[in-house]
């Protein structure tokens, strides 16, 4: 019983927490220097209500469901096929631009210790290898996530540590941002909370656990890293301020020592590392389970579509991850409250508050996040 526990929670969190804590944290000190720290926590509570209310539907949604699929899978089994086509090309948004962003992070983080070579040569070597480690089986990814993201982890406490022992961390680098940006910290923030593509996996490895065993996982791992992202935006803020850069690691050489870049680059490889894999293999996983393609035509259509979007020109970091957390994610949710609500016409048993039949939930939040979509498409002009 304890090893099946340890198992559950290893491989569990290790496939949600590997997803979730990613390329998101290094963007999110900026946003809140340039939004303002009041902004950037609100923006947080509105994020973290909806990611965990969205992530709890699609874990009893994946729960629930017989069979194995994904969730294009679902959205077809639960909404139809018209349905399916928009969220095919809606998750196709999500992943390619979520593994451009890792992608386009790994080549910084390389350049700190190949700086011989240029960003774009090392951010296709890191599609190379990362697209290449994707080709391993699923169940061991859950186990490679989580003893990879110890160190990640003990790293942002590390940070946290040396920074607020520094001379540079100062009360007032806390005291910046614009009016102008305010809306900056949502969809980054959508996008640091997002572990959709790793519940469907996390439900795999997950075999002879109890529905609220699964829920409380999901919520356990949502919790553990955004309380782990304020510790980390707190470490880079105090110490940059309003020099703050958009990958957050590079902008700290000057003020806590050359020590924090290399070591903080390594962690931060580490970091997308283990989410591309993870990303990656939910999306071979929809073009199996939901497409019946062969694997290896799964994987090349995986790998391939983001390595040209960058070589096609896209490299903005921030706006690419604005964009992908606030329009792909967004209506990404709106699909899986819609999902929820025809699940629990079949299981009625687990109907919850959300999606009661007098629920006014559902509705704030689907119009919460088709807010977000029109705001943050308005703001792209």
């Known amino acids: 019983?304890?090893?099946?526990k340890f198992i559950f929670y290893r491989d569990g969190l290790g496939t949600l927490i590997g997803m979730i804590f990613?390329?998101?944290?290094?963007?999110?000190?900026?946003?809140?220097?340039?939004?303002?720290?009041?902004?950037?926590?609100?923006h947080f509570a509105v994020a973290f209500f909806l990611m965990v209310a969205l992530h709890l539907m699609y874990g009893e949604i994946a729960y629930l469901t017989p069979g194995q699929?994904?969730?294009?899978?679902?959205?077809?089994?639960?909404?139809?096929?018209?349905?399916?086509?928009?969220?095919?090309?809606?998750?196709?948004?999500?992943?390619?631009?979520?593994?451009?962003?890792?992608?386009?992070?790994?080549?910084?983080?390389?350049?700190?210790?190949?700086?011989?070579?240029?960003?774009?040569?090392?951010?296709?070597?890191?599609?190379?290898?990362a697209s290449a480690a994707s080709l391993f089986r699923f169940e061991k990814i859950g186990a490679i996530n989580f003893y990879l993201t110890i160190p990640i982890f003990l790293f942002v406490f590390y940070l946290f540590g040396i920074s607020v022992s520094s001379a540079s961390f100062q009360i007032e680098n806390f005291m910046i941002g614009s009016r102008a940006s305010w809306f900056l910290p949502y969809g980054i923030w959508l996008f640091a909370l997002s572990g959709f593509s790793a519940v469907a996996e996390a439900r795999d490895l997950s075999r002879g656990a109890t529905l609220p065993e699964f829920k409380r996982l999901i919520t356990l791992s949502l919790a553990l890293s955004a309380f782990v992202y304020f510790v980390f935006i707190a470490a880079v803020l105090g110490v940059s301020g309003a020099g703050t850069t958009e990958d957050a690691i590079t902008g700290l050489s000057n003020g806590i020592g050359r020590i924090a870049v290399p070591v903080g680059s390594l962690v931060g490889l580490l970091a997308v590392f283990t989410s591309y894999i993870a990303l990656s293999a939910d999306l071979i996983g929809i073009f199996m389970f939901d497409y019946r393609r062969a694997r290896?035509?799964?994987?090349?259509?995986?790998?391939?579509?983001?390595?040209?979007?960058?070589?096609?020109?896209?490299?903005?970091?921030i706006k690419i991850l604005g964009l992908v957390g606030a329009v792909g994610f967004g209506l990404l949710g709106v699909f899986i409250v819609k999902m929820a609500r025809r699940l629990h016409r079949s299981f009625p048993e687990h109907r919850h508050?959300?999606?009661?039949?007098?629920?006014?939930?559902?509705?704030?939040?689907?119009?919460?996040?088709t807010a977000g979509v029109v705001l943050e498409i308005a703001n792209l002009f």
């Not at 019983?1 to 099946?4: G, P």
């Not at 990613?22 to 609100?42: D, E, M, Q, R, Y």
């Open 1 to 4: 019983m304890m090893r099946r």
């Open 22 to 42: 990613g390329a998101g944290v290094f963007a999110l000190p900026f946003s809140f220097a340039k939004a303002g720290v009041g902004w950037g926590i609100a």
């Open 69 to 129: 699929h994904r969730f294009t899978g679902y959205v077809r089994k639960y909404l139809g096929r018209k349905q399916e086509l928009l969220a095919f090309a809606t998750t196709l948004l999500g992943y390619y631009g979520t593994l451009l962003v890792y992608g386009l992070l790994g080549g910084i983080f390389l350049h700190v210790f190949f700086p011989a070579l240029s960003i774009t040569m090392l951010t296709l070597i890191f599609f190379a290898v």
């Open 296 to 317: 290896v035509v799964a994987w090349f259509a995986t790998a391939a579509p983001a390595i040209a979007i960058y070589l096609a020109g896209a490299t903005d970091l």
């Open 353 to 369: 508050i959300l999606l009661g039949p007098r629920s006014t939930l559902r509705w704030v939040l689907m119009a919460g996040l």
